[in-house]
């Protein structure tokens, strides 16, 4: 599904390279290096991005390129703040580490012990599972993460238990599968054995003693500060145009730290020293140590293109590999508008981080290696120049893939029911709830944050198209579609979505409709259903359906003097009236309607 939001059109070359350093003496081997990051900033055509480079104790390159503002033409410094996204998964596993070394908690004990509202998909996992399963990605779940960006919620307790109808895709410590909940679940279990939240924990573990005074853990502070950068995204190659801010504070553990390079830098200086800043201690050596060690492969590590890179591994909250001979450790990040990346070198005693509010950007990465080569005096990639070749690439397999696509669509076909059987909630007990509604002929749906207008494509397969914030809908086709399937009754019984690589399904559940007691009150009564015995009666404005032998059900009032029975998936009831009072119901169940007579 794409994103919509308003286009700012700009001329790149009207945008004016900006440079900004702190007092940091030249280093001859980055000679070359403002030059080359304006090439790329010009490049990639990219809003703006900042840069800090540290060796041992000292900042020796601290610069910011482009705007944090492209309208208001406000310059990226070394001070300006941008969301950092995955790179603050070390922040969170350092807390576990101090925690160890507390002897508050054990990296190998079971995460459930720690968190007992922590719960998987079955009692193997449950009783298997590690804390440090859950940081090093080796839990055996997949991503999962269209169940939290698109279905998103301040709330963490709600998150967490979408996690125990997560079916793992493979067996435990098997395979590396990146999945933000871990993450989540890390951070809840600080908060669980200190009494305080993640963020004060951060705060506090982190910000205070490593100096980093203007970082925080909240999206609307980061608005506040006076040098914080606004979220961009590229349309159509070459416009730069303005996101809004995403508010990822429910899975904060997972990425929602923002920062500074300059104040980046001292938590790079933290890992190249040991666990030591200016002289005192702040992580143990050996959480250092186990942190910066592959702890899982993470796939196929062979050299590629580029014969001395090569290795992939996870260590806690850290990727690691071999860059041209050199052992680096280093974490990229993404989150709506912004992309980072945090590295070191430890044999090298050098940091690196770039932070860009570029969405879904390769700059980080590119300008993270152009700095490596000159700063560890390595022979120099035109890694500019590599990042354009992959994108004119990408742009020519695109053309070609463009016709097929197109064939695929099935033309002169009608959905199978009227627009109004489509109008719903669909549930997954994963995510959350699809709002599906109606406007004339039209269907329109919402999926947490996003509002999107349903094309009909073919058959009950709908194009699921972007609504900006003025209601203008997107005119271009869409690759996302959506599929309505119906149950052995002929009605409408869920919707599939292409989410994660994989189809997930949502249950169909009628809209509720609003009825006062009074309206209610005309279906009550009892009912004989043959030899039993039924009884409709109200309990705070509710209608409840009692047969002789089992429990009360709930209803829920879905229109037409028809009823769901709120426990029982494919149940409900429907009322037939004689005047102002109903004569008769008939329970309509997947095994068949019975229908039950008003006693007189």
């Not at 506040?224 to 990822?248: F, N, Q, R, V």
């Not at 990639?381 to 020519?396: R, V, Y």
Request: proline share 4%.
């Amino acid at each position: 599904m794409k994103k919509t939001f308003t286009y700012l059109f700009l001329s790149f070359l009207s945008l004016t390279v900006v440079a900004q350093q702190k007092n940091v003496k030249p280093d001859s081997r980055l000679a070359d290096l403002d030059a080359v990051l304006n090439k790329v900033l010009k490049d990639q055509k990219v809003a703006g991005f900042a840069v800090a480079v540290t060796e041992g104790d000292k900042i020796i390159y601290s610069k910011g390129f482009g705007y944090r503002d492209v309208e208001g033409k406000k310059p990226v410094t070394p001070n300006t703040l941008f969301a950092i996204g995955s790179s603050s998964k070390a922040f969170t596993s350092a807390l576990l580490g101090l925690l160890e070394k507390d002897g508050k908690l054990s990296l190998d004990g079971k995460a459930t012990t720690y968190l007992p509202q922590l719960r998987f998909f079955n009692d193997n996992m449950n009783s298997q599972i590690t804390v440090r399963d859950m940081m090093c990605h080796r839990t055996g779940l997949s991503r999962y993460d269209y169940s939290w960006y698109l279905f998103n919620t301040p709330n963490r307790d709600s998150i967490l238990q979408r996690v125990k109808y997560m079916e793992p895709n493979a067996g435990l410590r098997e395979k590396w599968q990146y999945n933000n909940y871990m993450f989540l679940a890390q951070g809840m279990i600080a908060e669980k054995i200190t009494g305080k939240t993640w963020e004060q924990n951060i705060k506090e573990k982190f910000f205070i003693p490593l100096e980093m005074t203007r970082s925080n853990t909240s999206i609307y502070d980061m608005q506040k500060d006076a040098d914080a950068s606004l979220p961009y995204t590229l349309e159509k190659d070459s416009i730069i145009k303005k996101m809004d801010y995403y508010d990822i504070s429910g899975m904060g553990p997972a990425g929602s730290i923002n920062s500074s390079v300059n104040e980046m830098a001292h938590w790079l200086q933290l890992w190249t020293s040991g666990g030591r800043y200016h002289g005192k201690e702040i992580l143990p050596p050996s959480y250092i140590e186990q942190a910066a060690t592959a702890q899982m492969v993470m796939g196929g590590g062979l050299p590629g293109e580029f014969k001395d890179i090569y290795s992939a591994s996870y260590g806690l909250g850290w990727m690691i590999s071999s860059y041209r001979g050199h052992y680096l450790v280093e974490h990229g990040g993404n989150i709506d508008g912004f992309s980072a990346n945090a590295a070191f070198f430890p044999s090298d005693d050098i940091g690196i981080v770039v932070l860009s509010n570029q969405n879904v950007s390769a700059v980080p990465g590119l300008v993270r290696n152009t700095i490596a080569d000159r700063i560890l005096n390595l022979n120099k990639t035109d890694w500019n120049a590599e990042q354009n070749k992959k994108k004119d690439e990408a742009m020519k397999k695109k053309k070609a893939e463009k016709p097929e696509a197109e064939a695929e669509q099935v033309l002169n076909t009608k959905p199978s029911h009227p627009a109004k059987s489509y109008v719903g909630f669909y549930e997954n007990p994963i995510a959350g709830t699809i709002d599906v509604s109606q406007r004339a002929d039209s269907l329109f749906a919402a999926f947490g944050k996003e509002r999107v207008f349903l094309k009909h494509y073919h058959y009950d397969v709908f194009e699921a198209r972007d609504i900006d914030k003025k209601g203008k809908i997107d005119t271009a086709t869409s690759s996302f579609r959506i599929n309505f399937s119906s149950g052995t009754d002929g009605k409408i019984a869920g919707v599939s979505l292409p989410l994660d690589g994989k189809q997930v399904v949502f249950a169909f559940r009628p809209k509720e409709v609003a009825l006062t007691k009074e309206m209610l009150e005309k279906y009550t009564g009892d009912y004989n259903l043959g030899k039993t015995a039924v009884k409709v009666y109200l309990k705070d404005k509710v209608l409840f359906v009692s047969i002789s032998g089992q429990p009360d059900y709930e209803t829920i009032a879905i229109g037409a003097d028809t009823f769901q029975i709120k426990t029982l998936i494919g149940y409900s009831l429907k009322f037939e009236l004689k005047g102002y009072q109903a004569e008769s119901l008939t329970f309509k169940q997947p095994n068949g309607n019975f229908k039950a007579i008003r006693k007189k």
